[in-house]
């Protein structure tokens, strides 16, 4: 029996309700009920002809579908689900709700309307927004040489005891040039993507969606440049990272991938990413350092180089987090040479 259906704006009553579909047993008429958030099965009274009765009044709900594939909505709807996906009552499984984009839909677009359901699930459009990813590039302004992924060799940078003095943070920007120059695929399979203005895996394993983690060329005097007054100070740095493409509700991971030689012994480094909430138009919102677990540097470790990989999360709580910008910043209780080499960004749904 194929599947269709008829669609019946604002019902009131219990009927009789006409509808189109043709069918070939009446136990195979079955109604759905919209009540403007989810859809619900409701009790077929009888069938007469190509009309039918319900047992409850429908003049509180939005429309109703009358199919004539009982058992095809059935196998979509529950999949395994105890028939609670649709069902508006409190014996819901909430983790198994989807909700309802488009009830007039007639194309199949939308999730959960009956021509989006098929035997055994939903169609394969249904999550895929759910999707996460990550991408990865090694192009910050001050490493000058070495490959993204490949080795971890670049140039050190001082953090200077003035800005120990000051509890400055150093901040560490992106360039086009050191973007297009450090980030090289090191392998040939699978064919890899083109990394220019990207990252190094070229968006190949981006989060639906989101085309870009990365903006090399963020250049905006509200954030890029420095703050040598107040309670957080912070050194000039264009460049960001691009959340403009998530969505609130993801979660962020920000790994941040250096070297650091310590000067003096018993010296505590601070990481973090020197934050900034937007709303839509730019206007900057909280500027605040985004803190991950310190880092000591005991007796005898001076004159020794040490790689970290500490990772930084950010949840995205409104439309503010989304448009934020960003950069990894350090900073320490004494002077301190730091080589910055690559960053991952992934983002979890």
Known sequence: MSFSYTHLDNPSGTGPFTF?????????IAVMGYNGKYW??????????????????????????????????????????????????????????????????????????????????????????????????????DRLSGQSGAND???????????????????????????????????????????????????????????????????????????NTGDLQYTAATGSYDFSECKAGDLGLIRFDFNIIPQFANTTLEVALIWQTRTTDGTPTYTFPLTTQPIFFGEGTVGTPYLNRPIISAYFASNEDVNAVALPAIRANNQ??????????TIQR
Request: a negative charge; aromatic letters at 10%; hydrophobic letters at 35%.
């Open 336 to 345: 301190i040479q730091v080589s910055p080499l690559t960053t991952l960004v």
């Open 20 to 28: 189109v579909p043709t069918y070939s047993d009446t136990k195979e």
């Open 153 to 227: 060799l670049g140039e050190y940078v001082q953090y200077t005891q003035a800005m120990s003095d000051a509890g400055q943070w150093m901040r560490f920007g992106f360039s086009s040039a050191a973007q297009t120059s450090n980030d090289s695929p090191y392998w040939t399979e699978p064919t890899p993507a083109s990394a220019t203005g990207v990252g190094l895996f070229g968006g190949s394993y981006m989060p639906a969606g989101v085309s870009k983690m990365f903006d090399y060329s963020f250049d905006v005097s509200s954030y890029s440049d420095a703050v």
């Open 40 to 141: 619900s099965s409701l009790e077929v009274a009888s069938v007469s002809g190509q009309t039918v009765t319900l047992t409850s009044d429908t003049s509180g709900l939005n429309a109703i579908r009358i199919s004539n594939n009982s058992s095809k909505v059935k196998a979509a709807v529950t999949n395994g689900s105890d028939d609670n996906i649709l069902r508006a009552d409190s014996a819901f499984h909430d983790d198994l709700v989807v909700a309802v984009e488009d009830v007039t839909d007639p194309t199949g677009n939308s999730p959960l309307t009956p021509e989006s359901v098929t035997i055994g699930g939903i169609k394969k459009h249904v999550g895929l927004d759910a999707k996460g990813g990550y991408e990865f590039t090694g192009g910050f302004s």
